[in-house]
């Protein structure tokens, strides 16, 4: 391939192409809009930095240096357009509702033809299909009888069904800089050099205004009809939930993270079981977004601190080992919710005052809020969700402050 | 801070900094091999390309953008090592044997301490501690008597015991150009053309040998003593698990990954019970590596073509939206057993050929291959099974082959 055979550092001014499709962020049709173009096939139609699949671009880009990969390969998007009519939603061209992803993004086939056929290699960064779950502890929630199999939500062999979306992060980068009240020129020159120097055309090339970071993407699980999801007279039970493997998957005890998850989709079903719908979003941002190795070492602080793991230190020692307590973002969690075009959650799942706040700030409205169940607290996990409730999120019960929260304590590492 | 006033855009061979401490990859000693630096406290420091905590180093970005972060933050490791004796072992200096991450990566505070003194800011990419497991299925079998309460790998309340280390990727890039088959100036072109232009120092600073990629870190689950895993008279039982959150997570029935980790999980818990152990490796390869957008758009394309969803095609249609059927490597999975001093696996449950293949090619000899029991497969993941067994799976069943293939059908979309 030609494009290998010599290095490119960076494309200066003077190599913009003008074959590149313009993108005017917000407007109102699709085509208006332009294609967001981040492949490589042909570099000249580039109107995008960084690149499809978040951090799968590097095996991809080992893939084709192994020689598995045609580095010149067109997907066949034949059969692949999204499973459900979803929008356009008036949010999708609102100014500033959405900047972290691409709201025509499920749909370039049907809104880019044209220019498909005319040779640009255009990709989805949303796709939406169905899909039937089965999670032991609904099943046990239906044997307890607070889940019913109704033939619709729940078939009679216990099979979930929901629609899912898969959303890659599309970031609108003028946007991005106003939602975290920074200069556009100083995002981008922090984003370069605090990230080890990945883009340098996020410095050299400020006439492209959209980013593909390598972060994983988000899925959202719909329970119930996805038209319902932006209907006011259809309530709405929504949680938004971000990753933990440890518990997710695994289960461990030291926090809340996969009995509330569940208990949000037990809530979610029971929603579209009651002529409502459900929704949950999952965000890539394992262990508040400074992932496993810190979180780790954070469990080793706490638990070997003097006294032992405690509420009253819960925060403190994450701060101590990770430089803030928490890295991530609640600003840009709901541009998914505003894609379904939701504008009101009736019970909202989740204690997180930071997530109740960029939600309502964003202009959706919220009627109830759901606490975590106390029996599904593990006993481990105390000393987080005290923690979290003491430093303001919502709780319907109490809340321990000063020296009752040195007395909830945790087990330690020998046990 | 100085490094914001200003951009840097790479740094050529004239500003190699002299203050950055030397690495000798795969030498006999912590000290001899010296610290990976990919800070950014001190540019003079860094040694290695990239950065600190995978694709979670952009959310460090904005957060550092945002006001929140503190840039010049140094974490206080007080009390964070590893929970256990581990290592070293002779594999960690065997040539070539750990080349995607750092074996010293969990013990920089016992080695590099001094170096912490004087002001290098060095982080620890593996971090190793304990936890508690709750997972319903290991209750049910429990409950059918599968796995008993022995008081030490299950305790009385029916917690788990495990050891679980999490380990970010430090990539030897002449080691893994050479595990690849590729030339290393080659290899390094190509990971920053077709990332979007990551890292320009993978092609300005070929003095620089290791590289910290924004991808997701590994995260290893032990049962029974860590030092089991490297004693050839202890039984060990091992699964190598790629993620699929639809699964994992979710419960999706589409395939087998949630019900063959479960079954994994409950064979490392029975062999740690029968004195010896277990071990589980999951790895963040989202989706084959391609992530859940094109994951997504493929469930769409094999369940509306002709015919519907059939074992016969299930390859093809991957390959024909995504370019490859696969974009993982299994080439870097064994570096982990490697780290563990694993030499030789008992029973690895796994049907993958491509893992057991990469894994007795790195050394490590397998006695038997467990398939996933026939009762745990979702009815709809037949397709994929059936698929996989044809192409070259292990399995001690049958295989099915030409016409019968096409028989093995899916749900439609409507279903």
């Given at each position: 391939?030609?494009?290998?055979?010599h290095?490119?550092l960076?494309?200066?001014?003077?190599?913009?192409?003008?074959?590149?499709?313009?993108?005017?962020?917000?407007a109102?049709?699709?085509?208006?809009?332009?294609?967001?173009?981040?492949?490589?096939?042909?570099?000249?139609?580039r109107n995008?930095?960084?690149?499809?699949?978040?951090?799968?671009?590097?095996?991809r880009?080992?893939?084709?240096?192994?020689?598995?990969?045609?580095?010149?390969?067109?997907?066949?998007?034949?059969?692949?357009?999204?499973?459900d009519d979803?929008?356009?939603?008036?949010?999708?061209?609102?100014?500033?509702?959405?900047?972290?992803?691409?709201?025509?993004?499920?749909?370039?086939?049907?809104?880019?033809?044209?220019?498909?056929?005319?040779?640009?290699?255009?990709?989805?960064?949303?796709?939406v299909?169905?899909?039937?779950?089965?999670?032991?502890?609904?099943?046990?929630?239906?044997?307890?009888?607070?889940?019913?199999?109704?033939?619709?939500?729940?078939?009679?062999?216990?099979?979930?069904?929901?629609?899912?979306?898969?959303?890659?992060?599309?970031?609108?980068?003028?946007?991005?800089?106003?939602?975290?009240?920074?200069?556009?020129?100083?995002?981008?020159?922090?984003?370069?050099?605090?990230?080890?120097?990945?883009?340098?055309e996020?410095?050299?090339?400020?006439?492209?205004?959209?980013?593909?970071?390598?972060?994983?993407?988000?899925?959202?699980?719909?329970?119930?009809?996805?038209?319902?999801?932006?209907?006011?007279?259809?309530?709405l039970?929504?949680?938004?939930?971000?990753?933990?493997?440890?518990?997710?998957?695994?289960?461990?005890?030291?926090c809340?993270?996969?009995?509330?998850?569940?208990?949000?989709?037990?809530?979610?079903?029971?929603?579209?079981?009651?002529?409502?719908?459900?929704?949950?979003v999952?965000?890539?941002?394992?262990?508040?977004?400074?992932?496993?190795?810190?979180?780790?070492?954070?469990?080793?602080?706490?638990?070997?601190?003097?006294?032992?793991?405690?509420?009253?230190?819960?925060?403190?020692?994450?701060?101590?080992?990770?430089?803030?307590?928490?890295?991530?973002?609640?600003?840009?969690?709901?541009?998914?919710?505003?894609?379904?075009g939701?504008?009101?959650?009736?019970r909202?799942?989740?204690?997180?005052?930071?997530?109740?706040?960029?939600?309502?700030?964003?202009?959706?409205?919220?009627?109830?809020?759901?606490?975590?169940?106390?029996?599904?607290?593990?006993?481990?996990?105390?000393?987080?969700?005290?923690?979290?409730?003491?430093?303001?999120?919502?709780?319907?019960?109490?809340?321990?402050?000063?020296?009752?929260?040195?007395?909830?304590?945790?087990?330690?590492?020998?046990?």
């Amino acid at each position: 391939m030609q494009r290998t055979s010599h290095v490119i550092l960076t494309s200066h001014v003077d190599q913009i192409f003008k074959a590149a499709p313009s993108l005017q962020w917000g407007a109102k049709s699709a085509e208006q809009r332009g294609p967001v173009i981040a492949t490589f096939t042909n570099p000249n139609h580039r109107n995008a930095i960084g690149s499809h699949s978040g951090g799968y671009t590097v095996y991809r880009a080992l893939s084709i240096a192994s020689g598995n990969y045609p580095q010149d390969h067109r997907p066949d998007l034949t059969n692949t357009m999204p499973t459900d009519d979803l929008g356009p939603h008036p949010s999708w061209s609102e100014p500033d509702r959405i900047i972290s992803i691409d709201p025509w993004g499920a749909h370039v086939f049907q809104h880019f033809g044209d220019m498909l056929k005319e040779g640009h290699n255009i990709q989805p960064t949303i796709a939406v299909t169905k899909a039937h779950l089965r999670i032991a502890e609904i099943d046990d929630a239906i044997d307890a009888g607070r889940l019913k199999i109704d033939n619709k939500v729940i078939l009679p062999n216990r099979d979930v069904v929901v629609t899912k979306a898969a959303l890659e992060p599309v970031w609108y980068l003028p946007g991005l800089a106003k939602r975290f009240g920074v200069e556009e020129g100083e995002l981008r020159k922090i984003l370069f050099q605090e990230t080890g120097g990945m883009f340098p055309e996020l410095v050299t090339r400020p006439d492209l205004k959209v980013l593909l970071p390598p972060i994983g993407s988000t899925t959202a699980y719909v329970f119930g009809d996805i038209t319902d999801l932006s209907a006011p007279e259809k309530p709405l039970t929504c949680r938004v939930h971000d990753e933990c493997n440890g518990s997710d998957v695994f289960g461990s005890d030291i926090c809340t993270c996969r009995p509330y998850l569940i208990h949000g989709i037990e809530e979610a079903i029971r929603a579209a079981q009651d002529g409502g719908s459900g929704l949950i979003v999952y965000y890539r941002k394992e262990g508040r977004a400074l992932g496993e190795v810190t979180k780790f070492l954070v469990y080793n602080a706490r638990k070997r601190q003097e006294g032992g793991d405690s509420a009253a230190t819960y925060f403190h020692r994450t701060e101590c080992v990770a430089g803030v307590q928490d890295a991530r973002f609640q600003e840009l969690m709901p541009d998914v919710l505003h894609w379904f075009g939701v504008r009101h959650i009736d019970r909202l799942v989740s204690m997180s005052d930071m997530k109740y706040n960029a939600i309502v700030n964003s202009g959706i409205s919220v009627g109830e809020r759901i606490s975590i169940p106390d029996e599904l607290v593990p006993e481990d996990a105390r000393v987080e969700i005290e923690a979290k409730k003491a430093a303001g999120y919502f709780t319907a019960g109490n809340v321990l402050h000063g020296n009752d929260l040195d007395t909830v304590k945790g087990r330690n590492l020998s046990e």
